[in-house]
């Protein structure tokens, strides 16, 4: 069955259906949208967002679903990057990548900002101690310090894994306006977690050649 | 293994996590934490929030993650509410959960607003026409106009359906200030949907003695 991923051209919340799909070594078209396509396109799609997944005739949204059957279908190292046959670590893997997620909370929220001195401050004090988005890096930086296998859940490489390693690592790229490159520094668990997951090969190998600047930040 | 789950009295997000393990069959003890107790008690909680789990040992957080491992976990009628053998049936569910679930982005941020006449006037907007909670309500209903079924995502009930009813429901009960209880009149589906749902006797059953009074929108 042929899939098809519809984004915009950077990470954003579906990079861990790509890097998903790619480790399990699952086919798939990757189609990037430029934003200035958006707009014209947008009416024609259903539920006016993206990501949607095309998997053979069906039209799929929602990245959140997208990354749970993309980590279902794709197995590293012999093993599903989401465990289907194991209700109770599915749950473990789903708590800990919606932790994770809260981020996006606050970070959407500054995109609406459309004053730039207020969105610019509304994200440092998010990133700053007591912020919003530095409560969850906090938590998750600990629970991955607690961890005994340097994975994220268990003691193999799952969907929150990815989730961490894609959606945190954009923060420190300097591309968004008042976060600074900094906002991860204190996090030593995130970052020995990133190394361990930037360093398997497969990871290494598909962001060696960045697509665009901010991909940098998985190097 | 003894399942307890922790959270308000009132339905909230978690209200699915107790529908599928009643419609289930499996056995939870069902902890309402006071609000005026809830203040005291959040500082011995790592994540500082409700719901909470409690699976054996566990203690799992996050309601989408919960509601997952409920549905997969509870059978009715020989089928379980989430599909864990079938991967894309399970990212139909998943997609239209999420979709349901979009009502909570401007609901939460209503209950941040301090301004009661405010706070007031952002509902009656969300759910008016052009309003960010009407355009998911409307998407929905044409989504369950389309179903042969009635059940929302295939041929039997998941997850899925008891997230639209619980979730949905709440919202014509007249307990969130400023939310005509007419606003779920025009949404012909989503009314035949909540009948099929209310019906099934085992949740006719479990409403039948309302907990407190906004679980009579449920009868």
Redesign the interface.
């Known amino acids: 069955m042929s899939i098809k991923v519809v984004y915009f051209p950077f990470p954003g919340r579906v990079e861990p259906v790509r890097l998903a799909l790619t480790l399990g070594g699952v086919a798939f078209e990757d189609e990037r949208v430029p934003f200035e396509k958006w707009g014209s396109m947008k009416e024609g799609v259903?539920?006016k967002q993206l990501p949607l997944m095309h998997?053979g005739d069906?039209v799929?949204?929602?990245s959140?679903?997208?990354m749970?059957?993309a980590a279902?279908?794709s197995k590293f190292e012999g093993r599903p990057l989401y465990p289907?046959?194991d209700?109770?670590l599915?749950?473990?893997v789903?708590?800990f990548?919606?932790?994770v997620s809260e981020m996006f909370g606050p970070l959407g929220?500054s995109f609406k900002i459309e004053d730039q001195a207020e969105k610019e401050a509304f994200r440092a004090k998010a990133v700053a101690e007591g912020g919003d988005i530095h409560k969850w890096l906090s938590?998750i930086d600990s629970l991955l310090g607690k961890s005994k296998s340097g994975f994220a859940v268990g003691d193999h490489l799952t969907l929150a894994d990815l989730a961490t390693f894609c959606w945190f690592q954009p923060l420190k790229s300097g591309f968004f306006d008042g976060i600074p490159v900094t906002c991860l520094d204190g996090f030593k668990n995130i970052e020995a977690h990133k190394q361990k997951i930037a360093n398997l090969p497969t990871v290494k190998a598909y962001y060696a050649e960045p697509k665009m600047p901010l991909y940098k930040t998985y190097q």
Do not use: F, H, N, W
């Open positions: 259903a539920p998997i069906k799929i949204g929602q959140a679903a997208l749970r059957y279902s279908i289907t046959d209700a109770l599915a749950l473990q789903d708590e990548v919606d932790y929220a938590y």
